[in-house]
């Protein structure tokens, strides 16, 4: 059984930092490409960050400079070090797994961690 669980939100000032954490099971972590999405109230799900499983990063344009994507696979875990957040930044951060292979895709989602940026 594949399961994704975040870690590491909560509630933080403007300026603040939070460090989110995805520990994967069931799955050949190495393999994997690991991203971040978030979804604010009322607008769609978008990519913050990915990692592929050679080590490639992508951020999207809003989080360049401020948010960093890891990964250890010796501890089947991706990271998000998130700093200088603002209050935009307020949403449910999902850690997404997949895989790409002879024309199939497989796509394992977290539940969900909850980051309210407010003073």
């Known amino acids: 059984q594949v399961q994704l669980v975040e870690s590491g939100g909560g509630l933080v000032q403007p300026g603040g930092s939070l460090r989110l954490s995805c520990a994967a099971s069931?799955?050949?972590?190495?393999?994997?490409?690991m991203d971040w999405y978030r979804q604010a109230p009322e607008k769609q799900r978008e990519l913050v960050a990915a990692?592929?499983?050679?080590?490639?990063?992508n951020y999207a344009d809003s989080v360049k400079g401020r948010f960093t994507i890891s990964r250890d696979n010796a501890k089947n875990t991706v990271y998000l070090q998130m700093n200088s957040l603002k209050p935009e930044d307020t949403a449910v951060y999902y850690c997404?797994?997949?895989?790409?292979?002879?024309?199939?895709?497989?796509?394992?989602w977290g539940q969900g961690t909850q980051v309210t940026v407010s003073s």
């Open positions: 997404n797994a997949e895989y790409r292979n002879r024309g199939r895709t497989y796509s394992y």
């Open positions: 990692i592929s499983s050679i080590g490639s990063i």
């Open positions: 069931g799955i050949r972590f190495s393999i994997y490409a």
